[in-house]
């Protein structure tokens, strides 16, 4: 069992219709281990976001991630951080129409920035970016538990 986060984005948590759609399919693929609305703040965007500082995409990015609220889940799943990868589709919205229609950021991305949704790339980063959305999670205990359930 692998544990991820998922972050919904502004512009979807704003749209209730397509929300309610992406936690039933969400519920529906993992167990959610803890789940929360939360505005992200530009320092907090900043930290979250560390690694494009320097980009083209940095300011806009960490700039738009505090237009509005968030949805942040911890999910488990076996091969979760892939599956839920998959499930969002491609980083450029462009490409996810036209090589996956079905996935996420087909369905509700705008723009590359404004593509609906993140997801951890590696153990490490879901670790880190955990910590950062979800300071109050023990994720020891919740590794323990997992482990203990296998």
């Not at 237009?67 to 589709?89: F, H, T, V």
């Not at 109050?136 to 203990?148: P, R, V």
Request: aromatic share 10%.
């Amino acid at each position: 069992m692998e544990i991820t986060l998922a972050l919904i984005k502004p512009h979807v948590v704003r749209n209730t219709l397509a929300l309610r759609s992406l936690l039933a399919m969400i519920k529906a693929n993992f167990t959610v281990l803890e789940s929360k609305q939360i505005h992200i703040t530009k320092h907090l965007s900043e930290k979250f976001y560390a690694e494009h500082q320097g980009k083209f995409f940095y300011n806009r990015l960490t700039t738009f991630m505090g237009s509005g609220p968030s949805y942040a889940l911890i999910l488990q799943s076996d091969g979760g951080i892939s599956k839920w990868r998959s499930l969002m589709g491609p980083t450029k919205v462009y490409k996810a129409i036209y090589t996956n229609p079905d996935c996420i950021r087909a369905l509700y991305g705008l723009s590359d920035t404004r593509n609906a949704c993140h997801g951890s790339d590696s153990p490490e980063s879901a670790l880190r970016e955990i910590d950062i959305l979800f300071p109050e999670f023990n994720i020891t205990d919740a590794l323990k538990a997992i482990e203990n359930k296998s």
